[in-house]
């Protein structure tokens, strides 16, 4: 497979062929010179020794030249290099849409972890409040007296607030700010990146079990 060639690589090897070409028309003109000096008028004719400064000259201006291609070649590179930087830039830094459209997924998960933990502090309420109407007394534990549907209510104690029971299911109040903070820097890490990329905006700290594991944190609870 053939090596494409840099416009700079070749325009500088132009650039030295064309010195070299220089040196040597000079150095035959120089020659030329010198053998009339030495060797009288008649060594060197006149349309030799024109035809000798001609090519000195045309190779002066061929070096101007390949120097000016080389200038040319140099500042086409210099753009083309600005542009792939700039079409790098503009791709990595993403766009409005794709930010807005990730802020509305985070706003509809908040949304509704506020809403479910917020409904479950009331659905906890409301079914204590229900079951003591029933009778239905305090439960230790999981376990709940027979004759009552499986279901019992605890009051609020060093292990959590209050919450009902149903069977062998014991639930609780849930803070939706832990489980969002959890999320966060869950998504944080996901990303590669430390908790510390959120400040000074955002302060995430201690999440410990939920964010190593959400779900069994949430089905240990739910």
Do not use: F
């Not at 150095?27 to 010179?33: I, N, P, V, Y």
């Not at 053998?35 to 000259?57: F, M, N, R």
């Not at 007394?137 to 149903?166: F, K, R, T, Y």
Request: proline share 4%; with cysteine; aromatic share 2%.
């Amino acid at each position: 497979m053939t090596t494409a060639i840099r416009p700079v690589d070749a325009a500088e090897q132009a650039v030295t062929d064309a010195r070299k070409a220089y040196q040597t028309a000079s150095d035959d003109l120089t020659a030329l010179k010198n053998k009339i000096l030495t060797e009288g008028p008649a060594a060197v004719t006149a349309h030799a020794l024109a035809d000798a400064a001609s090519a000195v000259e045309h190779a002066r201006l061929s070096t101007e030249h390949a120097l000016a291609m080389l200038g040319k070649a140099q500042g086409d590179e210099r753009l083309q290099q600005l542009n792939q930087l700039k079409a790098r830039i503009l791709t990595d830094a993403g766009s409005p849409e794709d930010a807005l459209n990730a802020m509305q997924q985070i706003e509809t998960g908040v949304a509704y972890l506020v809403e479910a933990c917020v409904g479950r502090q009331r659905l906890i309420a409301q079914a204590t409040t229900a079951m003591r109407q029933a009778g239905v007394p305090a439960a230790i534990g999981a376990q709940q007296e027979d004759g009552h549907a499986g279901l019992g209510w605890a009051n609020a104690n060093m292990a959590g607030g209050d919450s009902v029971l149903v069977d062998q299911r014991r639930i609780g109040p849930l803070n939706p700010g832990l489980l969002i903070s959890a999320a966060i820097a869950c998504g944080t890490r996901k990303a590669g990146h430390g908790t510390g990329h959120l400040l000074p905006a955002l302060q995430v700290d201690g999440q410990g079990d939920i964010a190593n594991d959400p779900e069994a944190w949430l089905r240990h609870r739910y």
